[in-house]
């Protein structure tokens, strides 16, 4: 079947088979390999895309199903900014060390593109529960909470969220202490 596509700002014409799922499409036919696959089950989140705006898991698409859409990968997302930066939410993963291993973080950062989108002034509980549908086996998710609520505030025009990498472990002794203090 024929499908078009706009693709990170790229129109994509091509021949697919029915059956082909859009995160293949992108990473085999359009070499958009920044969209990982963690899972191929729907689960992990990994190959989180934008589509026509909002996030989706590639893995759960066929690309059939998104022909005539408006797609947006990691590797274009910095473009939707324009002027060579990095999107916020890119700098703000990056300053708050939200990453280690980095497979998850394609998909973290597209969630919370939209996340944003809907809810511009999330609660820390709200990140929580908005970034459910995507897993990550490294961070404990900590900093990656940080992230988001920093982006969310640069987005406003309040500025990043002073402070950059803090050691979750440094977090659970300081409760600990100040717990044990006031026992
Ligand atoms: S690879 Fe798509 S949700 Fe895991
Ligand atoms: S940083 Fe490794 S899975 Fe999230």
């Known amino acids: 079947m024929r499908v078009r ?3 990170d700002g790229v129109l994509y014409e091509d021949e697919v088979e029915p059956r082909t799922l859009l995160t293949h499409h992108l990473r085999d036919g359009l070499g958009r390999v920044g969209t990982p696959i963690g899972c191929d089950t729907s689960n992990c989140g990994a190959c989180t895309v934008l589509v026509d705006g909002e996030s989706v898991k590639s893995c759960s698409v066929l690309t059939v199903q998104a022909d005539g859409a408006e797609i947006t990968t990691i590797q274009g997302l910095a473009d939707t900014v324009g002027d060579g930066a990095w999107h916020p939410v890119q700098k703000a993963f ?3 060390h939200g990453l280690q291993c980095g497979y998850c973080t394609p998909g973290m950062v597209l969630a919370t593109v ?3 989108k ?3 002034s999330p609660s820390e509980q709200e990140v929580r529960h908005g970034l459910e549908g ?4 490294c961070t404990g998710y900590q900093n990656i909470v940080k992230a ?7 987005i406003r025009g309040e500025g990043p969220i002073a402070g950059s990498f803090q050691d979750p472990a440094a977090d659970e002794t ?10």
């Open 134 to 137: 995507n897993l990550c086996r």
């Open 118 to 120: 809907a809810n511009p």
């Open 174 to 183: 300081a409760e600990a202490q100040t717990a044990g203090a006031s026992s």
């Open 114 to 116: 939209d996340l944003l």
């Open 148 to 154: 988001v609520l920093s982006a969310a505030a640069e």
């Open 94 to 96: 990056q300053e708050h």
């Open 5 to 7: 596509m706009k693709v």
